[in-house]
């Protein structure tokens, strides 16, 4: 969802910088804001009892994240970390909803912008639950290509295979055996082990 910068700063919203692995919001805090990047990458996960993190998205320049738990005053189910140096603007939650009670158009795709995550949710959690590693990686390679560059042929996948295993929740070690699989098969490409779809 993008709402103009300027808008949302005229609104009350503030600009804030947060370095390379800096915590926007932790896991269990109350959501009070919504967050729009202007220029960075983060991502939100969880972990579980092993420490383990499973990371539910990632969002870049012009993304807003964490927004739900906002709407519904609730708790923020996963964390939210800067993965390179980002430009966030964050507005509280009283002010973000003066915002859109006066603009429709921006109400609107706030609706869309929710319907379409919880679809590609739907779609994530349905591959999550098919046990074969090289399915939940293709799942995962189509819908970041879906999103990117859907007309490409084939695609640089800007992801390391660590990254990859956390989007996936499998092991590092079971995304290089399968990605190694799926090489030989014609799925995917490996040039100086940079990863292609």
Same mark, same amino acid.
């Given at each position: 969802?993008?709402?103009?910068?300027?808008?949302l700063?005229?609104?009350?919203?503030?600009?804030?910088?947060?370095?390379?692995d800096?915590y926007?919001?932790?896991?269990g805090?109350?959501a009070?804001y919504?967050?729009?990047i202007?220029?960075?990458?983060?991502?939100?996960?969880?972990?579980?009892?092993?420490g383990?993190?499973?990371?539910?998205?990632?969002?870049?320049?012009n993304?807003c994240?964490?927004e739900?738990?906002?709407?519904?005053?609730?708790?923020?189910?996963?964390?939210?970390?800067?993965i390179?140096?980002?430009?966030? *603007?964050k *507005?509280?939650?009283?002010?973000?909803?003066?915002?859109?009670?006066?603009?429709?158009?921006l109400?609107?795709?706030l609706?869309?912008?929710?319907?379409?995550?919880?679809?590609?949710?739907?779609?994530?959690?349905?591959?999550?639950?098919?046990?074969?590693?090289e399915?939940?990686?293709?799942?995962?390679?189509?819908?970041y290509?879906?999103?990117?560059?859907?007309?490409?042929?084939? *695609?640089?996948?800007?992801y390391?295979?660590?990254? *990859?295993a956390?989007?996936?929740?499998?092991r590092v070690?079971t995304?290089?055996?399968?990605?190694?699989?799926?090489?030989?098969?014609g799925?995917?490409?490996i040039?100086?082990?940079?990863?292609?779809f």
């Amino acid at each position: 969802m993008l709402i103009p910068h300027e808008q949302l700063l005229k609104a009350g919203g503030i600009q804030k910088v947060y370095e390379k692995d800096e915590y926007i919001f932790h896991e269990g805090d109350t959501a009070r804001y919504f967050y729009q990047i202007i220029t960075g990458r983060v991502k939100m996960g969880s972990a579980n009892d092993d420490g383990k993190i499973f990371v539910q998205g990632e969002f870049t320049d012009n993304d807003c994240f964490g927004e739900p738990p906002m709407l519904i005053n609730e708790k923020y189910p996963a964390s939210a970390m800067a993965i390179t140096k980002s430009y966030i *603007i964050k *507005i509280s939650a009283t002010a973000f909803l003066q915002l859109l009670e006066k603009n429709e158009d921006l109400k609107m795709a706030l609706i869309y912008c929710l319907a379409r995550r919880v679809y590609n949710k739907s779609v994530t959690s349905k591959e999550i639950i098919n046990h074969r590693p090289e399915h939940r990686i293709l799942a995962f390679l189509m819908d970041y290509k879906k999103d990117k560059s859907p007309g490409e042929m084939r *695609i640089l996948i800007p992801y390391t295979r660590q990254e *990859i295993a956390d989007f996936t929740g499998l092991r590092v070690e079971t995304v290089i055996r399968a990605l190694t699989l799926m090489h030989q098969q014609g799925k995917v490409e490996i040039i100086k082990r940079k990863l292609y779809f």
